[in-house]
């Protein structure tokens, strides 16, 4: 899980972190807003750590386009000299292109469904009191702590029984113990951000409950479920847990089967690289996107105080 | 309870529970299935000595966890997982702190610094493992020649294929993961304090030592707790990077509880012990977390007194 809790832990805590207000960018004081000397030191700091955490990213992308040739040497230099194109090649006349693919259908079943699910459930628990209601919060909050890994027998024992170890489906039944709740739990705090009475005047006007919810409420979520089918999305598509006793032969998604990969002798690291650059690739180019929503989704937030 | 007997009632309110219930039945079926009833299923599994290979099962009851308390490998596991929860928390909220405090600034670019930093978080974990490989190759990885060039490495050796510094390596990658979620977490929670506070300080004649660790520093204690509430349930049962990195090896050298279930269970294939160790693992987070929740209910009642 813990790959799990990635993205998905984003909007929690920036729910009390309004961006600052641009007016009074120019009033607030930076507590450290001093000296010059001190001013060098904080921009060397982050200078360093900027370099920390993008330096392996940037390294990757760089060893995926680097020639077999400078890959392999005693000292490896750290700019390359020619840029190649042959290790992606390489990997495209592989399984790699069929383990994308399961990877991308699984990711997509188990947003469309978790996503269906969670609003549902998040659109009850916010909107209704009904018997169980307390019960069903309370497990909300257990499954979204409950380790991956603790549920993994199980989990493996109960889909040998139905017959779904080996297939595509199983991955995403799997898959939905991970995102549910998670989904559940985000659209619970968009819907409560979304102002009541308008769903009761479209109620008094005759709209029953799933009209009102369809009608007015549904249109409202559009950012809230853009966001959470993104996390939903991202975290199906890093999983690797259980994926990896699940996924056998041809059904491996990416990265199960970019895992397998490492443990042969002639390690092809450029064309390893080339997958890992591909499958992050996705990801940062929605997070980048994501962000955009997030503020979206805070403002609504902000205004709910 | 006047609950059930409402539900039933023809009137607006039995009318809310029912909808109530209706958009919350499909998300509490999936939790029953596919949540709850794999959790009962490893119980049951617990008591049975089961063999993966050949599916036979004999009852064993209590014998799975009697087994536990002999086991040496798990003692070691157990001592690994502890230095491993340790070590990597203190080195991410440490990290994550510092560098939520260089990024608490009015400089240009800021945004696009704090979106770069949140990287590591965001990208999947076999990118990570798979690139962190790569650099730490014992014959042509970038970091591994650089120390093997100043001589505090071995000719040709890889610091994660050595049982001295498997654990030790795994940590480090795994703060390099982790910080980024500790620096927003923090970061949202510094952007909510006063700013008056500092200016009041300021007027005190107070430094920026004394004002992190007057005014920061207090105000980031709730921050600090959720963190290490979450993050040491997530960290102490994380699977994955330990798994793509070393496969708790060499040795057992950086075995940790996941990745010894899951290996007892996939690789050994006796299903029930790996299905005791995890439920006792369960327990045991249940009772934490039910002795943390109690401490924090009673600490918050006296405060209030």
Known sequence: MFSLHTAEQAPQPSAPGRTPPQTGAATRATPAGGTIAWRAGRVVALALIVFFAIGPILWMMASSLRPAGELFQAHPSLVPSSVTFTWYQEVFRTDALRWFANSFVVAVCTTAISLTVGTAAGYAVARFTFPGRRILLACLGISYLFPAILLLVPLYLVLAALGLVGGLAGIVIAHLTITVPLTTWLMKSFVEAVPKELEEAARVDGLGYLGGFLRITLPLLRTGLATTAMVAFILSWDEFLLASVIAQGDNVTAPVGMAGLVTSFDIRWGAIMALSTLVTIPVLVLFFVLQRYFEKGLTIGGVKG | ?305
């Open chain 2, 1 to 305: 309870m006047a609950s059930a007997p409402t539900l039933l009632t023809r009137g607006p309110a039995g009318r809310q529970q029912r909808a109530g219930l209706a958009f919350a039945a499909p998300a509490a079926l999936l939790f029953a299935t596919i949540l709850g009833y794999p959790i009962f299923e490893s119980f049951r599994t617990s008591l049975f000595s089961m063999d993966l290979l050949t599916g036979r099962a004999t009852f064993a009851g209590l014998g799975n966890f009697g087994a536990l308390l002999h086991d040496m490998a798990l003692r070691s596991t157990l001592g690994h997982t502890m230095v491993w929860t340790v070590l990597s928390l203190a080195g991410q909220l440490g990290l994550g702190l510092a560098a939520a405090l260089l990024i608490d600034a009015d400089w240009p670019g800021m945004r696009w610094i704090r979106q770069l930093l949140l990287i590591p978080y965001v990208i999947p974990v076999i990118a990570t493992a798979l690139v962190w490989r790569w650099m730490l190759d014992g014959h042509y990885g970038i970091i591994s020649a650089n120390l093997q060039s100043w001589g505090v490495l071995q000719e040709g050796a890889n610091p994660l294929d050595q049982e001295s510094t498997s654990l030790a390596t795994a940590i480090l990658i795994n703060i390099w993961r982790g910080f980024p979620f500790a620096m927003l977490v923090f970061w949202a929670r510094m952007q909510t304090i006063d700013r008056a506070q500092y200016e009041a300080a300021k007027v005190d004649g107070a430094g920026p030592w004394q004002e992190f660790t007057h005014i920061t520093l207090p105000n980031l204690r709730s921050a600090m707790m959720s963190l290490l509430a979450l993050r040491g349930i997530w960290t102490l049962m994380y699977f994955e990077l330990v798994w793509l990195l070393t496969r708790g090896g060499p040795a057992g050298s950086s075995e940790t509880l996941s990745t010894y279930i899951y290996q007892v269970a996939m690789g050994e294939f006796q299903v029930g012990y790996a299905a005791a160790v995890a439920s006792a693992a369960g327990l045991f987070l249940a009772a934490a977390g039910l002795a943390a929740w109690i401490v924090i209910r009673l600490r918050g009642r006296r405060r209030h007194v």
